[in-house]
């Protein structure tokens, strides 16, 4: 086999679309959010407004996603969402109106929806084309391992630039990096009836089927999206130097990386919503370590057990309608969940962000996102697989 040819190199370079949607346009906020809310004199709400906006985005681009892959095919909405992301991301370094940065952060999670839905459904029709079954979950997981390597390029660069003062330079340089991987994904090889239209087994898709697993994202969205945004601030609140910061953000970055062959026998054995349900319990541990114990190796524990588990949750989404729905239902299915957790991701930063400005402690919004943790967990262990 031609090394272009290989599944899991062709689900990789599809995953730098996950990258740039998720770990530069949404998770690299966090970074440079400190000196943005420093320097514009910001609240906590305020800040956590256009984590929002960008989750609120992510949602209008679930719902259009749909729609967008039956007019124009998947490969082109993914190449149009990927592309538009990363501009976005480099075009909010010319601006610091509040609602112009809202609208680039909104922009940014709309085409950002397109860019990961798309990428998914491909990732996963792609892992379809592999006779080992063993191999699906490791190599599916690769997808949802690639945001980790935006975080780790953002942990490196953001810290050199911030260290000169100007937030608005990282935000250029986030960009260039978004434009980079996008370019990267397009070389991906995808030869496998992207436009969703082959029939395959699994039964006809109906939304009632997937209420407990929906419910069940929009909490997950509700509260690993508190610990993403405001983390890194906790750590520098705690003191934490640049270095501590950067390495900080790296381990999460790297647990992300390592995540599929940490759960890929999960993903490929376990039925019904347990293979969403596992990986949530484990973030309410990383999620909970620094609200219990607020050392530096505590914080350290925290960023890898919750960056080893965080992106397992969507790839079990994946993997569960792969498993139960026929191919042509994929995008209607995903777009469902998809949809459940941007409602989540939209309370989330804001709730936290309130909660923390009227108690004055930025501790307390992270106890509501590890507390919807704990329902979203709860939720998944009901959901049965289609019958």
């Given at each position: 086999m031609k090394l272009r040819d290989s599944p899991a190199l062709n689900v990789f370079l599809l995953g730098m679309a996950a990258a740039v949607a998720l770990g530069i346009a949404r998770f690299a906020y966090a970074l440079v959010l400190p000196d943005m809310q420093r320097e514009l004199g910001w609240s906590y709400a305020q800040a956590g407004w256009l984590g929002t906006s960008n989750a609120a985005g992510?949602?209008?681009?679930?719902?259009?996603?749909?729609?967008?892959?039956?007019?124009?095919?998947?490969?082109?909405?993914?190449?149009?969402?990927?592309?538009?992301?990363?501009?976005?991301?480099?075009?909010?370094?010319?601006?610091?109106?509040?609602?112009?940065?809202?609208?680039?952060r909104f922009v940014a999670g709309m085409t950002g929806a397109f860019a990961f839905v798309c990428g998914?459904?491909?990732?996963?029709?792609?892992?379809?084309?592999?006779?080992?079954?063993?191999?699906?979950?490791?190599?599916?997981?690769?997808?949802?391992?690639?945001?980790?390597?935006?975080?780790?390029?953002?942990?490196?660069?953001?810290?050199?630039?911030?260290?000169?003062?100007?937030w608005r330079l990282a935000w250029l340089v986030l960009g260039a990096i978004a434009g980079f991987l996008a370019l990267l994904m397009t070389v991906a090889r995808i030869d496998v009836g992207e436009n969703s239209g082959t029939k395959s087994a699994g039964k006809p898709y109906k939304g009632a089927r997937i209420v407990p697993?929906?419910?069940?994202?929009?909490?997950?969205?509700?509260?690993?999206?508190?610990y993403m945004t405001?983390?890194?601030?906790?750590?520098?609140?705690?003191?934490?130097?640049?270095?501590?910061?950067?390495?900080?953000?790296?381990?999460?970055?790297?647990?992300?990386?390592?995540?599929?062959?940490?759960?890929?026998?999960?993903?490929?054995?376990?039925?019904?919503?347990?293979?969403f349900s596992f990986p949530c319990v484990i973030l309410m541990v990383g999620a909970g370590l620094p609200l219990f114990n607020d050392s530096w190796s505590a914080t350290l524990l925290s960023a890898l057990v919750f960056g080893g588990a965080v992106l397992t949750v969507p790839?079990?989404?994946?993997?569960?309608?792969?498993?139960?729905?026929?191919?042509?239902?994929?995008?209607?299915?995903?777009?469902t969940l998809t949809v459940a957790f941007s409602l989540?991701?939209?309370?989330?930063?804001?709730?936290?962000?309130?909660?923390?400005d009227i108690s004055g402690r930025l501790n307390d919004g992270l106890w509501w996102?590890?507390?919807?943790?704990?329902?979203?967990?709860?939720?998944?262990?009901?959901?049965?697989?289609?019958?």
């Amino acid at each position: 086999m031609k090394l272009r040819d290989s599944p899991a190199l062709n689900v990789f370079l599809l995953g730098m679309a996950a990258a740039v949607a998720l770990g530069i346009a949404r998770f690299a906020y966090a970074l440079v959010l400190p000196d943005m809310q420093r320097e514009l004199g910001w609240s906590y709400a305020q800040a956590g407004w256009l984590g929002t906006s960008n989750a609120a985005g992510y949602l209008a681009g679930a719902l259009l996603t749909a729609a967008a892959v039956a007019r124009f095919g998947v490969r082109v909405t993914l190449y149009v969402g990927c592309w538009t992301t990363a501009v976005a991301v480099f075009v909010t370094a010319f601006t610091s109106n509040y609602l112009i940065l809202n609208i680039l952060r909104f922009v940014a999670g709309m085409t950002g929806a397109f860019a990961f839905v798309c990428g998914g459904m491909l990732a996963a029709a792609v892992v379809s084309t592999l006779n080992d079954t063993r191999e699906r979950g490791k190599v599916l997981g690769l997808f949802y391992a690639t945001p980790g390597i935006g975080m780790g390029l953002s942990a490196i660069v953001v810290p050199l630039t911030i260290a000169e003062g100007n937030w608005r330079l990282a935000w250029l340089v986030l960009g260039a990096i978004a434009g980079f991987l996008a370019l990267l994904m397009t070389v991906a090889r995808i030869d496998v009836g992207e436009n969703s239209g082959t029939k395959s087994a699994g039964k006809p898709y109906k939304g009632a089927r997937i209420v407990p697993l929906s419910l069940a994202y929009a909490c997950f969205g509700a509260g690993y999206i508190g610990y993403m945004t405001f983390m890194f601030a906790h750590v520098r609140n705690l003191g934490g130097s640049s270095g501590q910061l950067t390495l900080f953000w790296c381990v999460i970055g790297l647990g992300i990386c390592i995540s599929p062959w940490l759960w890929a026998r999960v993903l490929d054995k376990q039925q019904h919503g347990y293979a969403f349900s596992f990986p949530c319990v484990i973030l309410m541990v990383g999620a909970g370590l620094p609200l219990f114990n607020d050392s530096w190796s505590a914080t350290l524990l925290s960023a890898l057990v919750f960056g080893g588990a965080v992106l397992t949750v969507p790839a079990s989404t994946t993997a569960f309608v792969r498993r139960n729905f026929r191919q042509d239902d994929w995008a209607r299915a995903m777009g469902t969940l998809t949809v459940a957790f941007s409602l989540g991701q939209i309370a989330g930063p804001v709730l936290a962000g309130y909660i923390s400005d009227i108690s004055g402690r930025l501790n307390d919004g992270l106890w509501w996102g590890w507390g919807f943790l704990v329902v979203g967990a709860l939720l998944a262990a009901v959901q049965r697989d289609v019958d």
